[in-house]
């Protein structure tokens, strides 16, 4: 069949939309191409490898991952809850859920500290004193502050997701004989699978880029808790080209996580 | 096997009462949309509690609010079809049979012949490794059939159980469901708006 042309009121666009749009794209592609512009591509493996960047892209993998893998743990659970169970003050625990994703993250490395700083946090120092555990300044710190403002991303996801499946499948799954965790695990996790995929690697993406948190709670030590975004910011000043690498990096990491994605986030439909 | 249900269901705002007591039989419910034909089927399988009276199986209390009796439905050994196909997406037409045999304790290699054999009887053997979405209506109509009788339930439910099929199969899988059905014991309960297949199918009628 020949592509025809269809004109309808809906789709006659008056000028300045397209005017409007164009200048938006370009408001958000000019940074861009201004990063790609000034990487020394000759020099990239050289700037990547040894050195604070190499350090920080490991320790940033590193804490990352293990954040992500934490946030799975207790966003699941928490995203069951919100999705399915109907409480009094679900609306107020969702909100509070949600809040790191609007908090400016320095905030939140504050409100950390208050909650696990070693001399007179809520319970930092409780954890201190009974198991000489230190989060404040340590990867560890990294890790809690990566997973507090990455959490909400991924219970935003995977609530939706829950949502979305149909009754019916769980339901049947029940009369067939299967018990409640089998159910969970053999028919609810399957179907909830494109949503825990994409809700997990928001998650990481943001974990992976988290600055304000973590150098409010963690500090910014070399090795310890400098990680990428720190590193792109301090050595910005010292060694552009190596800022400007490191930068790439994460540029690459996001726009994998959104191709991979796409399906689910850029309105493709299989 | 007797299948007694004398109480009340509930439903939002409405509230229908019912008294049913269903032998080794097939009954047939009628009724226009929306008086609650699908809302027993539900209360039987456990999906629904009664608000109030009880439901047995055998003398064996399944729901009961005065006392505090609710048998889960992965405990029921009930085939239920419901009428929206809920075939799990993600297996194909034989694997979805076959997960119902293992959910019922059956073994791999027994579930995999049954399945087969099931979808050879019911026509569709050619089918068996396409996806829910890759069926047609009647198709997955009949998959949801098949899956609902495998696997000796004590009471079967089905729910519009031949409606998406054309004029052209029909008889010959109403005659496949009759004989099926009689050689399953224990009560059996159909919900048909097409008095055609009441009539094939039923050994009783009531009409709500």
């Not at chain 2, 949801?144 to 009471?155: E, F, I, N």
């Amino acid at each position: 069949m020949s592509k025809a042309k269809v004109r309808d009121v809906a789709s006659s666009t008056p000028g300045f939309v397209w005017v409007g749009a164009a200048l938006g794209l370009a408001f958000l592609l000019l940074p861009l191409v201004g990063l790609v512009r000034r990487v020394a591509w000759r020099g990239l493996l050289g700037n990547l490898v040894g050195g604070p960047a190499s350090e920080a892209l490991r320790l940033s993998l590193v804490t990352s991952v293990i954040a992500t893998c934490f946030v799975v743990l207790l966003g699941l659970p928490l995203a069951w809850v919100l999705a399915r169970i109907a409480f009094k003050g679900r609306s107020l625990v969702r909100a509070l859920v949600m809040l790191p994703m609007v908090l400016p993250p320095v905030v939140g490395g504050v409100a950390l500290l208050g909650a696990y700083g070693k001399s007179n946090g809520l319970l930092g120092s409780t954890l201190y004193n009974l198991f000489g555990l230190q989060l404040t300044f340590s990867p560890l710190g990294v890790i809690v502050a990566e997973a507090f403002v990455a959490l909400p991303f991924f219970v935003m996801a995977v609530e939706s997701g829950l949502r979305s499946i149909e009754p019916k499948f769980e339901e049947s799954a029940a009369v067939m004989g299967l018990s409640s965790t089998k159910r969970f695990s053999r028919v609810t996790l399957r179907l909830l699978a494109p949503a825990l995929l994409a809700g997990t690697a928001v998650a990481w993406a943001r974990a992976l880029g988290e600055f304000g948190a973590t150098i409010t709670f963690a500090g910014n030590i070399e090795g310890r808790t400098q990680t990428t975004p720190l590193a792109v910011y301090l050595l910005l000043e010292s060694d552009p080209e190596a800022a400007y690498a490191l930068s790439l990096v994460l540029l690459v990491v996001c726009v994998g996580v959104l191709v991979a994605m796409r399906d689910r986030w850029m309105g493709r439909r299989s | 096997m007797t299948l007694q249900l004398d109480g009340r269901i509930t439903r939002g705002e409405f509230a229908i009462d019912v008294a049913l007591s269903i032998g080794n039989e097939v009954l047939g419910i009628t009724g226009p949309n929306g008086v609650g034909k699908t809302s027993i089927l539900r209360v039987v399988a456990g999906l629904t509690s009664l608000s109030a009276g009880s439901l047995e199986l055998s003398g064996v209390v399944l729901d009961s609010p005065t006392q505090d009796i609710f048998v889960k439905p992965e405990q029921r050994n009930v085939g239920m079809m419901f009428q929206d196909h809920s075939l799990l997406p993600f297996l194909t037409a034989e694997e979805n049979i076959v997960f119902a045999l293992r959910a019922r304790g059956v073994r791999v290699r027994d579930a995999r012949a049954v399945a087969t054999n099931q979808l050879e009887a019911a026509g569709i053997g050619q089918y068996r490794g396409l996806l829910p979405h890759q069926l047609s209506g009647g198709q997955s109509q009949r998959v949801c059939l098949a899956r609902a009788l495998v696997g000796s339930p004590s009471v079967v439910l089905l729910d519009e159980p031949l409606s998406a099929l054309d004029e052209l199969a029909r008889p010959l899988v109403r005659t496949n469901l009759r004989a099926a059905l009689q050689q399953l014991n224990g009560p059996k309960i159909i919900v048909s708006h097409d008095s055609a297949d009441i009539d094939a199918l039923c050994d009783r009628v009531i009409a709500l």
